[in-house]
Nanobody, 121 residues
Framework: QVQLVESGGGLVQPGGSLRLSCAASGSIFSIYGMGWYRQAPEKQRELVAYILTGGSTDYADSVKGRFTISMDNAKNTVYLQMNALSPEDTAVYYC???????????????WGQGTQVTVSS
C-alpha cells in the first residue's frame, strides 16, 4: 500500500508564507501525478494545484501567481509554496498522489491526513 505524510501547516498572518510537504512511501512502482486540495468549513473540497511527473501544472484561479507546486521525484514528495496568504486560504489542506504500486502495477490514489492552514492576524 501507499502512505502519505503531510507537514508544514500552521498559523500565519495575512501576507505571510507557508510551505507544505507531502511524502509518499510504500510499494510504489511509479507516480504520475501529485496534487493539493483544500476544504474550508462548510465548503466542498476543491483542487488547489496539481502537477504531473512530466512537469505540467494546473492551479485554481484563486491561487495563481501566489502558490507554486513542485515535486521531487527521487523522494516521492510534493511541495506547495504558498505566498501572499489571505484569510480566504484558511482550510485543511490535503495532498493526493496517483500512480502504480506493487508487483502487479495496480492503480492507486492516496490521500494525506490533512494539515490545517490558518491565516489570521
Amino acid at each position: 500500500q501507499v502512505q502519505l505524510v503531510e507537514s508544514g501547516g500552521g498559523l500565519v498572518q495575512p501576507g505571510g508564507s507557508l510551505r507544505l510537504s507531502c511524502a509518499a512511501s510504500g510499494s510504489i512502482f511509479s507516480i504520475y501525478g501529485m496534487g493539493w486540495y483544500r476544504q474550508a468549513p462548510e465548503k466542498q473540497r476543491e483542487l488547489v494545484a496539481y502537477i504531473l511527473t512530466g512537469g505540467s501544472t494546473d492551479y485554481a484561479d484563486s491561487v495563481k501567481g501566489r502558490f507554486t507546486i513542485s515535486m521531487d521525484n527521487a523522494k516521492n514528495t510534493v511541495y506547495l509554496q504558498m505566498n501572499a496568504l489571505s484569510p480566504e486560504d484558511t482550510a485543511v489542506y490535503y495532498c493526493n498522489v496517483q500512480g502504480y504500486y506493487g508487483d502487479y502495477r495496480n492503480d492507486f490514489s492516496s490521500w494525506g491526513q490533512g494539515t490545517q492552514v490558518t491565516v489570521s492576524s
